[in-house]
């Protein structure tokens, strides 16, 4: 059972959240399990994607998503 508190902070520039074809998204979120239940951790975790257009309605997209999870002692 996992109960948590999470945070989440987002800087978007897309041009369209549909069907982006130019702009950024970058996003950072963090939880800390252990509030209740009977797992207990923190993790942080980014995402990060971007459209690049190069012509009429095409472009390049390139995103990396990165994380790290810590046990939190009893």
């Given at each position: 059972l996992k109960s948590s508190l999470l945070h989440s902070s987002t800087y978007c520039t897309l041009n369209s959240l549909s069907f982006p074809t130019s702009g950024i998204q970058a996003?950072?979120?963090?939880?800390?399990?252990?509030?209740?239940?009977?797992?207990r951790f923190l993790k942080n975790e980014l995402m990060s994607k971007a459209y690049l257009p190069l012509f009429g309605d095409v472009s390049i997209y390139s995103g990396i998503r990165l994380g790290h999870v810590m046990p939190i002692a009893s």
């Open positions: 996003r950072i979120t963090g939880e800390l399990a252990g509030i209740g239940g009977n797992v």
